[in-house]
């Protein structure tokens, strides 16, 4: 388990440093003047001189790497050029809303999809199954901006039970900021639920056609028993892998969700950004969603490792 | 009394009836076989006994087991008789154990689930339950998991889950089928010296008239879902009369006629060939370990002559396949068809490979079900520089399909409506097409029922004869290559360890080896046919 927890992590740095590099090499080094981007074409030589300058733009791009990179270790990323504070101020401000809805939408995701998928796929082929194929394909069909208006309509609008947007902040304390990100963290959730929902279906379903299920069974388990204590674990490695990808994408993903609720999100920071073409705070923010990117799906494998003993020894 | 007593049992999903008023009995300490081609309803029957049927399904008649009416039980009664008065072992070792739970664990579970003891005091009892089962704790410690043992070492454990709480019976639905001959051998004696020693009754399901034969007191063959003859194994093969259970066993010992061909000139020829793999990394950044599949091997074919390769699993015939039809590069030595090499260079030379053809085990999933049989049987033609087309192509195809004795008309049919022996032979014709010298049949007929197998068999003697093929036939099946091989290779570990005339080498083996590979193959008793 050692042995497999150094190689993941071995290659967890290399990805790091693969992709700083290239996102790096994207979005400073390719486009040739940084300066010129982010002025747009009228801009006049001398202020483009002086941009330059203030990026640090007269260094070699290999120096300029180095430098980046080790700002980024130090927590330093960096000053945004349209708003003229630090970045890693901006990007933590923006992160105490988005983390905290991507996590809370990640827990409604799996506490309402788990149970679902499990009890559609111990009763295949009954009316229970057949709502829930139902339910979770209409879950999946529509969009999730639409849905979320319509919540907005009924429990902000008609019953006043939340506010219909904007943050509360965790200065208030803990409630308040988890009621106004209630409605958003459902609106995400609803169509990551449903396909959760249906990946728990079928592999679960997969597995109860096991034959390892069927010894279960002539040991004298019972169904419920065979389910539980066989077919569910081994049933979770597809399940983690979508949730692994969920995660990811709630992060950043939640961008619409968030103008809906005028939520001060990361999604709304790095929308903002490329509009005022503040390269600075681009490269920040995709650089920290890579990151949480690769440390999800390391923390998928190490999970993998932790059900399945033959990961652990291979390889 | 008997133990196990089964009236007149009907069973039928939907409108399909599977069983017909089957009868069968076992006292106890007492073996009963039952044998049966595939379809005949054998397992269903031992699913019935043991209440474990798929959905939809209805029985009717008496199933009584230790005076118990298994069809009258609620479904928690016989959760408890499960496991504890009646124990099962299934055919595939490789799935029917829990892939993320420790041995001792599972074994443990058939304990817990019907007793009341503390984990501490069911994992001693599942130790002892392995311990009669030859997996001693030393060697084989609780804590490993199915993914470290063996497809024996695998049976063996689920054997011990199905004995751990001395049930009164047990069931063994083709225990050996997945397995090589020396771990069968084995795996039979272990579950007669258990059935001996706790005075248990045994249901024993086969497909090979051979394995029972050895072992059962009575045994029982079904065809259809009726049970057709009955009666004690000693006297069984002499006293059978129905006509199906005659064809069974005339099937099992059937031995091709092969016409004798002059033998020529070295056809294929294997020269000191080496087959290494890379292992997985033992450490982060150490060297690789190397695995040497196949060491050194040299073998001649010569032209009209009809070769076996024999050897378990793991000892490297299926690598050499692979490398005689240059499939993969060898790291040494060379491999001629014809004086011609297979490799030349670095690239597969594709002049002398349309020279060979091969014919797979699996009939099922050798070929992509999205095509017609006409465009699967062609495949080959890939292999020539100009392939016939237009009327010459169907020509080609008429030809194979008929050669193997199915119509031409057959070509615009997918896979999925022909049997198991029909596709094996849609097969061989895939491999004739090109008109090869030379075709490699990997347990070729290792997937099919008996008498179908012997129709095949038929089937490649005669082409052998009207097209002058010579075959290498790789099979871990020693009766197989007994009735259709002139001469026969034994390979061990990646080496070959004995060579010679087919007869002489399965009848005065000089190789411990091989000597031990003649002892575990199950035989019909002497005289019967």
Same mark, same amino acid.
């Given at each position: ?22 996102i ?10 940084? /300066?010129?981007v982010?002025?747009g ?10 941009l ?17 990179v ?7 990323f960096?000053v945004?050029?349209?708003y ?16 905290p809805? /991507?996590?809370?939408?990640l ?6 999809a788990i ?14 199954d ?7 394909q ?15 309509l ?16 965790w ?10 990100l209630t409605?958003?963290a ?5 169509p990551? /639920?449903s396909?959760?929902?249906r ?14 299920v069927r ?5 004298g ?14 049933a ?12 990811s994408f ?8 968030e103008?809906?609720f005028?939520?001060p ?8 950004a490329i509009?005022?073409r ?30 399945d ?7 | ?16 009836e ?20 595939s379809?005949s309803?054998?397992?269903?029957t ?6 474990l049927l798929?959905?939809?399904?209805r029985?009717?008649g ?11 039980l ?12 009646v ?19 599972q074994?443990?579970?058939t304990i817990?689930i ?10 001693l ?6 311990e009669r089962?030859?997996l001693?704790?030393?060697r084989?410690?609780l804590?490993?998991?199915p993914?470290?043992?063996?497809g ?14 001395r ?16 771990t069968?051998a084995?795996i039979?004696?272990?579950l ?8 248990m009754?045994l ?9 029972v ?6 045994i ?12 004690p194994a000693r006297t069984?093969?002499?006293?059978m009369?129905?006509?199906? $259970?005659k064809?069974l066993?005339?099937?099992? *010992?059937h ?13 294929l020829e294997?020269?000191d ?16 370990q ?5 060491k ?6 010569k032209?009209?002559?009809s070769l ?7 000892c490297g ?10 499939l ?13 090499p297979?490799?030349t ?15 797979f ?6 070929f ?5 049989v ?6 080959p ?11 010459a192509?169907? *020509?080609?195809i008429a030809?194979?399909?008929? *050669? ?7 070509k615009?049919k ?7 022996g ?24 290792s997937?099919?029922d008996v008498q ?17 093929? $010579? ?12 009735s ?15 060579e010679g ?7 005065r ?8 590979l003649?002892a575990a193959?199950?035989r019909l ?5």
């Amino acid at each position: 388990m050692l042995r497999f927890l150094l190689t993941r992590l071995t290659s967890l740095v290399l990805s790091l440093v693969v992709a700083s590099a290239v996102i790096f090499a994207v979005i400073e080094v390719l486009p040739g003047d940084p /300066a010129a981007v982010m002025l747009g074409v009228n801009a006049q030589e001398d202020t483009l001189a002086a941009l330059r300058e203030e990026l640090g733009l007269t260094e070699a791009p290999v120096m300029r790497y180095f430098h980046w990179v080790t700002g980024l270790l130090q927590g330093d990323f960096g000053v945004s050029y349209s708003y003229r504070i630090p970045v890693a101020e901006m990007i933590s401000d923006r992160l105490q809303v988005s983390l905290p809805l /991507a996590l809370f939408a990640l827990v409604l995701t799996v506490v309402i999809a788990i149970p679902v998928g499990i009890w559609a796929a111990s009763r295949r082929g009954s009316a229970v199954d057949l709502g829930v194929m139902g339910v979770t394909q209409l879950g999946v069909a529509v969009p999730n901006f639409w849905f979320a208006m319509l919540m907005v309509l009924v429990f902000a609008v008609n019953l006043r039970w939340f506010s219909a947007g904007g943050f509360a902040g965790w200065d208030e304390g803990i409630l308040p900021a988890l009621k106004s990100l209630t409605l958003p963290a459902i609106a995400l959730a609803l169509p990551q /639920a449903s396909i959760l929902a249906r990946v728990m279906r079928s592999a679960l379903l997969d597995t109860l056609g096991e034959d390892f299920v069927r010894t279960a069974r002539a040991k004298g388990l019972t169904r419920r028993q065979a389910l539980w204590r066989h077919a569910f674990r081994n049933a979770l490695i597809p399940v983690l892998t979508i949730i692994g990808l969920q995660f990811s994408f709630l992060l950043a993903g939640g961008i619409i969700i968030e103008n809906v609720f005028y939520l001060p999100g990361l999604g709304r920071l790095i929308f903002q950004a490329i509009s005022a073409r503040d390269l600075v705070v681009v490269e920040s923010v995709v650089m920290l969603l890579v990151f949480a990117v690769i440390v999800v799906n390391f923390l998928v494998e190490v999970a993998y490792a932790l059900i399945d003993p033959r990961l652990r020894s291979a390889r | 009394m008997s133990l196990l007593e089964i009236q007149n049992l009907s069973l039928s999903i939907g409108t399909y009836e599977i069983l017909h008023r089957v009868s069968l009995s076992v006292a106890p300490g007492e073996i009963l076989g039952v044998i049966g081609e595939s379809g005949s309803g054998k397992s269903m029957t031992a699913f019935a006994t043991m209440q474990l049927l798929p959905e939809g399904a209805r029985c009717e008649g008496r199933i009584a087991l230790d005076g118990q009416e298994m069809l009258e039980l609620p479904e928690a009664q016989l959760c408890a008789l499960r496991g504890s008065a009646v124990g099962m072992v299934f055919q595939e070792p490789m799935t029917a154990l829990n892939p993320l739970q420790t041995i001792g664990d599972q074994v443990a579970e058939t304990i817990r689930i019907h007793q009341k003891t503390s984990r501490r005091q069911a994992l001693l009892l599942a130790q002892e339950a392995l311990e009669r089962v030859e997996l001693p704790a030393d060697r084989f410690p609780l804590s490993r998991y199915p993914h470290e043992l063996s497809g024996g070492q695998r049976q063996r454990v689920v054997i011990a889950m199905a004995i751990a709480l001395r049930p009164k019976l047990l069931i063994a639905d083709e225990p050996t089928t997945a397995l090589d001959v020396t771990t069968q051998a084995q795996i039979l004696a272990l579950l007669t010296r258990l059935v001996r020693e706790d005075g248990m009754g045994l249901l024993m399901i086969s497909h090979d008239l051979a394995v029972v034969a050895d072992m059962a007191d009575r045994i029982a063959i079904m065809q259809n879902g009726r049970v057709v003859e009955e009666g004690p194994a000693r006297t069984l093969f002499h006293t059978m009369q129905h006509p199906y $259970s005659k064809a069974l066993l005339a099937a099992s *010992a059937h031995a091709p006629v092969m016409t004798p061909q002059e033998e020529g000139a070295p056809l294929l020829e294997v020269r000191d060939v080496h087959r290494r793999y890379p292992m997985a990394r033992k450490t982060l950044f150490g060297p690789r370990q190397e695995f040497h599949a196949v060491k050194g091997v040299s073998l001649t074919l010569k032209a009209g002559e009809s070769l076996g390769l024999v050897g378990e699993s793991g000892c490297g015939k299926s690598t050499l396949t692979r490398a005689i039809l240059g499939l993969e590069q060898v790291q040494g030595g060379e491999i001629r068809l014809g004086g011609q090499p297979v490799f030349t260079g670095d690239k597969p030379n594709p002049a002398v490979r349309r020279r060979m053809q091969v014919v797979f085990q699996d009939p099922y999933g050798s070929f992509n079900p999205r095509h017609r049989v006409g465009r699967l049987v062609t495949e080959p033609f890939h292999l020539s520089e100009n392939p016939p087309t237009g009327a010459a192509r169907e *020509a080609a195809i008429a030809e194979a399909l008929e *050669a193997v004795g199915l119509k031409a008309s057959d070509k615009s049919k997918y896979i999925h409506e022909f049997s198991g022996g029909q596709r094996q032979r849609i097969a061989i014709a895939r491999a004739l097409i090109t008109k090869p010298e030379l075709i490699l049949l990997d347990e070729a007929v290792s997937a099919l029922d008996v008498q179908v197998r012997a129709q095949i068999l038929d089937l490649l003697a005669d082409l052998s004869g009207r097209f002058g093929l $010579s075959y290498l036939f790789i099979s871990h099946d020693l009766s197989v290559v007994r009735s259709i091989t002139d001469r026969v290779l034994v390979m061990q570990a990646g080496e070959i360890v004995e060579e010679g005339p087919t007869e002489q080498v399965l009848e005065r083996p000089t190789h411990p080896y091989t000597k031990k590979l003649v002892a575990a193959a199950p035989r019909l008793p002497e005289g019967v046919l």
